[in-house]
C-alpha cells in the first residue's frame, strides 16, 4: 500500500514509517519543510504528487502549555490544518488515520473513557485535537480517529526522557500523584495503527497501553528501572502549577479496539521494559 506520514520527523512519525516499511509498504514521510499544514495548495500539490492510498496524520502542534499564550497557532495548526488534510486526502481517494488525545476530554470521574462519550477539553490544545476530529469527521467517510495518551519512545521528549534526566539530577523529584491514566509506547501504538490502516473497519478508537497508574507511580517505575536513586515526592495537581488544565481522568476504554478485531497493546510496565533496554543511557 502507499501510504503518506505527516509528522515523520516526530517521535510517533519515526515509529509508524519504520513498522510501514518492515511490512513492505510504499511511504513516504513528510515534516513541515516539505509543506505547511496551513498552505492547502502545497499539501494538495504533495499529496497528489504522491497519490497515496492512505495518510497518518501524526503531525501537530503539542505544545499544551505554550498553546494557552497562543491559542489561535494551536488551532490553526491542529484544526485547520488537519481539514486541509482530510480535503488533500478526499481529492484523491485517500482513507485518512488521524492521531487524536486524551486531552479532548475533561477528565470527570474515574472510569475509562468511551469513545462515544461527548468531549469536553479543559485546554487548548484538547480543543484543537476535538476540532481536528470535527474536521475529519465532517468531510470524510473514510477515516479512523485514534485517541492516545501520555506518548514515549525514542526521537522525541517525553515524560519518562524528563523523568531520566532529573533522576540523574537531582536526588529527589515532585509528581503529580491524582491524574490517572496510561502511558503509550510509540513502537506499540505504530504496530496497532499499521494494523489498523489497511483495514476499512473506519471510525473512532481508544489506544494506550493496558494498565493504569498516576504520574507519580509512572515515575517511579522509570526512575527504579533506569537504576536511579532519586526519590518520587508525590504531590497534588494544586501543588503543580501549570499553564494548561489538565485532566485527572485520562483512562481510555479499549472496547472499540475489542469490537473491531484489532489488539490491544500490552502492559505499559512491559513497554517501559522494552525501552529502557533499548536504550540504556
Not at 64 to 92: F, H, I, W, Y
Not at 161 to 172: A, N
Request: proline residues 4%; hydrophobic residues 40%; charged residues 20%.
Amino acid at each position: 500500500m502507499r501510504i503518506m506520514v505527516t509528522g515523520a520527523t516526530g517521535m510517533l512519525g519515526q515509529a509508524v514509517l519504520k513498522e510501514l516499511r518492515a511490512r513492505g509498504h510504499s511511504c513516504i514521510g513528510t515534516c513541515s519543510a516539505d509543506f505547511d499544514l496551513l498552505d492547502a495548495g502545497a499539501m494538495g500539490q504533495a499529496v497528489r504528487a504522491f497519490m497515496p492510498e492512505a495518510i497518518i496524520h501524526c503531525a501537530a502542534y503539542t505544545a499544551v502549555d505554550q498553546a494557552e499564550s497562543e491559542p489561535q497557532k494551536c488551532t490553526a495548526v491542529n484544526g485547520l490544518g488537519t481539514l486541509n488534510l482530510a480535503r488533500a486526502a478526499v481529492s484523491v481517494g485517500a482513507k485518512l488515520l488521524y492521531i487524536s488525545s486524551d486531552y479532548v476530554f475533561d477528565g470527570m470521574g474515574d472510569a475509562p473513557h468511551e469513545v462515544w462519550e461527548k468531549p469536553s477539553p479543559l485546554n487548548v490544545y484538547g480543543l484543537s485535537k476535538l476540532q481536528g476530529e470535527e474536521a475529519v469527521r465532517g468531510v470524510m467517510a473514510q477515516y479512523f480517529i485514534l485517541r492516545i495518551s501520555w506518548l514515549f519512545g525514542e526521537g522525541g521528549r517525553s515524560f519518562v526522557s524528563t523523568m531520566r534526566r532529573l533522576g540523574r539530577e537531582q536526588t529527589s523529584v515532585r509528581v503529580v500523584d491524582d491524574q490517572y491514566g496510561a502511558p503509550t509506547y510509540a513502537p506499540d501504538l505504530a504496530r496497532l495503527i499499521a494494523d489498523m490502516i489497511v483495514t476499512d473497519r473506519y471510525g473512532t478508537y481508544h489506544a494506550s497501553n493496558e494498565g493504569c497508574c498516576t504520574f507519580a507511580q509512572f515515575a517511579r517505575a522509570i526512575l527504579q528501572l533506569s537504576g536511579s536513586r532519586c526519590r518520587v515526592q508525590a504531590i497534588t495537581t494544586g501543588e503543580y502549577p501549570c499553564a494548561a488544565r489538565r485532566p485527572g481522568n485520562s483512562r481510555l476504554s479499549k472496547r472499540s479496539l475489542d469490537e473491531a478485531g484489532f489488539q490491544r497493546l500490552p502492559a505499559w510496565e512491559d513497554a517501559l521494559r522494552r525501552y529502557l533496554a533499548g536504550n540504556p543511557t
